[in-house]
């Protein structure tokens, strides 16, 4: 399979891009080397190969989920610009 220019040229269209004509070229020979590389991927037998997400085997590495004591209402307030009712006060901004 091989990319046209003019499909180089249409990608870098819908992505805003613009390119001098040397450098579509460029881009047309890595799509197509990337292409010729997928192709040859999809010759790989992989029919009893189980899925992974991981190539290696992955453990969770989050701490636990402990209850532990939050901070005051006085402290969390302490640096806020302005508090009101024990609540951050922010300036409205919806009409």
Known sequence: MSIPLETVRHIARL???????EELEVFARQLNSILL????LD????????????VTEMRQAFRE???APSLEVSEALANAPESK???????KVIG
């Open 65 to 67: 989920d402990l209850v």
């Open 43 to 54: 010759e790989l037998e992989t029919q009893n190969v189980q899925p992974t997400s991981h």
């Open 37 to 40: 590389y997928i192709e040859k």
């Open 85 to 91: 009712d024990g609540h951050f006060a922010v300036p």
């Open 15 to 21: 992505a805003n891009l613009e390119f001098a004509g």
